[in-house]
């Protein structure tokens, strides 16, 4: 098996939130070399997609019994208005890992598979969960990332240069951009963000899915030198969209004026 046949295990090992253990599986290696557009992320495009796995059990049941903290951490969206659908990638990854499909590599062979590609940080689960180190040396070469987290306020602050501090609220974001992050925030269905430094993210379907991810690359933390802060309108099935219209608890006689920046 070549290391990037099927995906590669980028690290195994406790969380960096919890303690538990975790193991972070780097997928789609192929398909971001050859720049697919079949059977890859409608939003993302060809990217690495990295998921983040609770240990001992599959991402369902890590989520039912509570175990997924150690790859979530404390998201508010652990609730039930986290788009990521778990029986799908996330369950899809794991079982494939049980099955030993997945190559163990050394953090320098996963910086050589990774060189020159696109990476997603966390297309389930939170960067902040993996050691440091294995993100500034395993992406050390990698073409371009992507990354968010919810864990910016307690999280290794060298994160931020790797990715964007997760906001659902105004003072969520000025708070981050205050300690030095770039934001990547969710506002409300019908929310129009104000600000000069505020792109509302182009493979949405409100900015028109000019770009991919991987085209765009705006969501990269501080590495890239951007300035703008990212901003998307809550998205996903209509009952999880519902679900941050009362994590949020929306003022409706507001709703139109999010200001973030």
Same mark, same amino acid.
């Given at each position: 098996?070549?290391?990037?046949?099927?995906?590669?295990?980028?690290?195994?090992?406790?969380?960096?939130?919890?303690?538990?253990?975790?193991?972070?599986?780097?997928?789609?290696?192929?398909?971001?070399r050859r720049h697919s557009?079949?059977?890859?992320?409608?939003?993302?495009?060809?990217?690495? !997609?990295v998921y983040i796995l +609770?240990?001992?059990?599959? %991402? *369902?049941?890590?989520? =039912?019994? #509570?175990?997924? /903290? &150690? $790859?979530?951490?404390?998201?508010?969206?652990?609730?039930?208005?986290?788009?990521?659908?778990?029986?799908?990638?996330?369950?899809?990854?794991?079982?494939?890992?049980?099955?030993?499909?997945?190559?163990?590599?050394?953090? !320098?062979?996963?910086?050589? +598979?990774?060189?020159?590609? %696109? *990476?997603?940080?966390? =297309?389930? #689960?939170?960067? /902040? &969960? $993996?050691?440091?180190?294995?993100?500034?040396?395993?992406?050390?070469?990698?073409?371009?990332?992507?990354?968010?987290?919810?864990?910016?306020?307690?999280?290794?602050?060298?994160?931020?240069?790797?990715?964007?501090?997760?906001?659902?609220?105004?003072?969520?974001?000025?708070?981050?951009?205050?300690?030095?992050?770039?934001?990547?925030?969710?506002?409300?269905?019908?929310?129009?963000?104000?600000?000069?430094?505020?792109?509302?993210?182009?493979?949405?379907?409100?900015?028109?899915?000019?770009?991919?991810?991987?085209?765009?690359?705006?969501?990269?933390?501080?590495?890239?030198?951007?300035?703008?802060?990212?901003?998307?309108?809550?998205?996903?099935?209509?009952?999880?969209?519902?679900?941050?219209?009362?994590?949020?608890?929306?003022?409706?006689?507001?709703?139109?004026?999010?200001?973030?920046?």
């Open positions: 098996m070549t290391t990037d046949s099927r995906g590669i295990v980028l690290y195994r090992g406790p969380s960096q939130i919890t303690g538990a253990p975790i193991v972070a599986i780097a997928t789609g290696l192929q398909a971001a557009r079949q059977g890859v992320n409608a939003k993302t495009g060809a990217m690495v !997609q +609770a240990g001992g059990r599959n %991402p *369902v049941a890590a989520h =039912a019994s #509570g175990r997924d /903290a &150690a $790859v979530c951490g404390d998201c508010p969206h652990r609730a039930g208005s986290c788009y990521v659908r778990l029986d799908r990638g996330p369950l899809q990854v794991w079982r494939a890992y049980q099955r030993g499909r997945y190559s163990r590599v050394s953090l !320098q062979t996963a910086r050589a +598979a990774l060189a020159g590609l %696109p *990476v997603r940080l966390g =297309a389930y #689960g939170d960067p /902040a &969960a $993996v050691p440091l180190h294995v993100w500034e040396t395993a992406l050390g070469q990698a073409g371009s990332h992507t990354g968010y987290t919810h864990q910016w306020r307690t999280c290794d602050p060298g994160l931020a240069r790797w990715c964007m501090a997760s906001c659902d609220s105004q003072a969520e974001a000025g708070q981050a951009q205050a300690a030095g992050w770039r934001t990547f925030t969710v506002v409300p269905k019908g929310a129009t963000v104000p600000g000069q430094l505020a792109l509302l993210c182009p493979a949405s379907e409100e900015g028109g899915r000019k770009l991919h991810c991987v085209d765009c690359r705006a969501c990269d933390g501080t590495a890239g030198g951007r300035h703008s802060q990212v901003w998307i309108p809550a998205h996903g099935v209509a009952h999880k969209v519902a679900a941050f219209a009362r994590l949020v608890q929306i003022d409706r006689s507001r709703v139109g004026h999010v200001a973030l920046v």
